[in-house]
């Protein structure tokens, strides 16, 4: 059983193609700017669903995934039921379907080692270059996502670098560079997307009855984004904003 959150039945945000997206529940992270923060929790409001309910429905998505699309597993965060996840993952490829896990990286164990191992595509979000900016960003060190990086260039394993340009917390200049001096020479990451902040998930916050941290943070002034694309178009070969 899996416990399941929500589902996008044409996403074109989470990977490449049109992609049947499941949203898993649980997280490691706290993310001040989460736009899911009903997805944080273990259980919360999510339903167990077995593997075998999420395979029908992944199977008779098929016709619309075309050459590129697939399924995206993302939350939460995915690795959180990685156990249960390999064996799904699995019976979808053995399909011929494609699949992307969307993950910040910071959880390891065998389980997740081997879902690495299984999908096509891992969507890689690192919150911040700089470990204690992180932690005040997002509650918990950066040093296993980095080491989820380096596992990945380890292993030949192609991934796309995500970065969320949040003004004030992750879109200094000096941090840019570091994720820059980190990760730039890594052959895997086919490319990065920046992604600018938005303030979508607030009104979640206020029906959770908790307050949002974030309040007053502006969103991206275009200005902001081509300055970040172009710092780090000078370390990752391909940039995109999403
Ligand atoms: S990692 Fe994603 S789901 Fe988890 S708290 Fe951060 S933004 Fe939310």
Same mark, same amino acid.
């Given at each position: ?11 074109t945000f989470d990977?490449?193609g049109l ?32 593997e075998?309910?999420i395979?029908k429905?992944v ?9 590129r ?11 959180f039921q990685a156990?249960a ?7 979808i ?11 910040n ?14 999908v ?15 932690e ?18 380890q ?7 995500? *970065?969320? =340009?949040?003004p ?5 200049? !000096?941090? &840019?560079r570091?994720?820059?001096?980190? %990760?730039?020479? #890594? ?8 992604l ?15 307050? *949002?941290? =974030? ?7 275009? !200005?902001? &984004?081509d300055r970040?694309a172009?710092? %780090?178009?000078? #370390?990752f070969p ?5």
């Open positions: 059983m899996l416990r399941v959150h929500s589902y996008e039945s044409m996403g990977g490449p992609r049947f997206v499941v949203f898993l529940q649980g997280c490691n992270f706290r993310c001040l700017y989460c736009a899911n923060p009903d997805t944080i929790d273990a259980e919360g409001e999510s339903k167990p669903t077995s075998y309910d395979l429905q199977t008779d998505m098929k016709p619309f995934f075309g050459k699309g697939g399924v995206t597993f993302s939350g939460g965060e995915p690795t156990a996840l390999v064996p799904l993952v699995k019976a490829r053995e399909q011929g379907i494609h699949v992307c896990i969307d993950s990286g910071g959880i390891w164990n065998p389980a997740v080692e081997e879902l690495l191992k299984e096509d595509l891992v969507l890689l979000d690192v919150k911040q270059a700089n470990c204690s900016r992180h005040s960003l997002t509650g918990r060190s950066n040093a296993q996502t980095l080491r989820t990086a380096e596992w990945l260039e292993n030949g394993k192609s991934f796309w670098l995500r *970065y969320v =340009l949040v004030g917390y992750s879109d200094m200049e !000096e941090d &840019i570091l994720l820059g001096e980190k %990760l730039g020479g #890594y052959k895997m990451i086919e490319r990065v997307e920046l600018p902040y938005h303030t979508l998930g607030v009104h979640k916050y206020e029906a959770m009855g908790q307050e *949002y941290m =974030l309040k007053g943070v502006k969103e991206n002034t275009p !200005e902001q &984004i970040a172009d710092l %780090l178009k000078e #370390y391909l940039v995109v904003v999403n």
